[in-house]
């Protein structure tokens, strides 16, 4: 299975709301990510786990909250967003987090905030 | 500057067409990688290298470390190829990808 699964495909949230993003993978990797994609643009990364801890925070204002609450589940949660944070956000996961490990991508979940 | 510079920006085959797609890097890298998103998609990871060449059915990269630039290749182009193609790097530290700017495809019949 290399597979990552990312859930909801569509998001559509008031600038109010809580919500959450979910990703799932079952290849054991010990990496998992969050990137952001605005349109015509390359992925931004937001946030790196590594053996289920925070390695890296992109300088991501606090209305984004990661969670790793296990090897195979990071979720993103969403409160108070600005309708700039509209986007495709990537989940992906890789072997370990080292440079010659492919990362696997998931589809997205398209958010749009009203 | 980037440290990813692709080129080029869009692209526009026939359908049967050898396409190239470059890419330059301006540091030291553990790794390039290439990878494809069709639209609205999320991406497919088609090659990892850091040397050499690398083939998968129509698909070839290549990478010249010396010269820090590397070039996938599409041989026999189809419309289903159409999509962005995206050159990234990674460094063992930081050890995150960093994106080239991506290449837009059209391959028409």
């Known amino acids: 299975d290399t597979e990552v699964t990312q859930t909801p495909k569509h998001l559509v949230m008031g600038m109010t709301n809580k919500k959450s993003l979910k990703c799932e993978q079952h290849?054991?990797?010990?990496?998992m990510y969050w990137y952001k994609q605005k349109a015509k643009k390359p992925p931004e990364l937001m946030f790196v786990?590594?053996?289920?801890?925070?390695?890296i925070n992109e300088s991501v204002p606090s209305r984004f909250s990661p969670e790793c609450p296990n090897s195979s589940l990071l979720n993103l949660h969403l409160h108070a967003l600005q309708p700039e944070d509209s986007a495709l956000y990537l989940c992906?996961?890789?072997?370990?987090?080292?440079?010659?490990?492919?990362?696997?991508f998931g589809p997205g979940t398209r958010l749009t905030v009203t | 500057k980037n440290e990813v510079e692709q080129s080029p920006q869009n692209l526009t085959a026939q359908e049967g067409e050898f396409i190239t797609i470059n890419c330059s890097y301006s540091?030291?890298?553990?790794?390039l990688h290439w990878l494809q998103q069709h639209p609205g998609g999320g991406i497919v990871s088609l090659f990892m290298?850091?040397?050499g060449k690398k083939k998968h059915g129509r698909l070839i990269a290549t990478i010249n470390i010396q010269e820090k630039h590397s070039s996938l290749h599409i041989t026999a182009s189809h419309p289903r190829d159409s999509a962005v193609y995206i050159c990234?790097?990674?460094?063992?530290?930081?050890?995150?990808?960093?994106f080239g700017a991506g290449t837009r495809l059209t391959v028409k019949p």
């Open positions: 786990y590594s053996y289920e801890k925070l390695s």
């Open positions: 992906a996961s890789s072997q370990v987090l080292a440079g010659t490990y492919e990362q696997y």
């Open positions: 990234a790097v990674s460094h063992d530290v930081p050890r995150n990808l960093r």
């Open positions: 540091v030291g890298i553990s790794a």
């Open positions: 290849m054991g990797h010990r990496a």
């Open positions: 290298l850091s040397s």
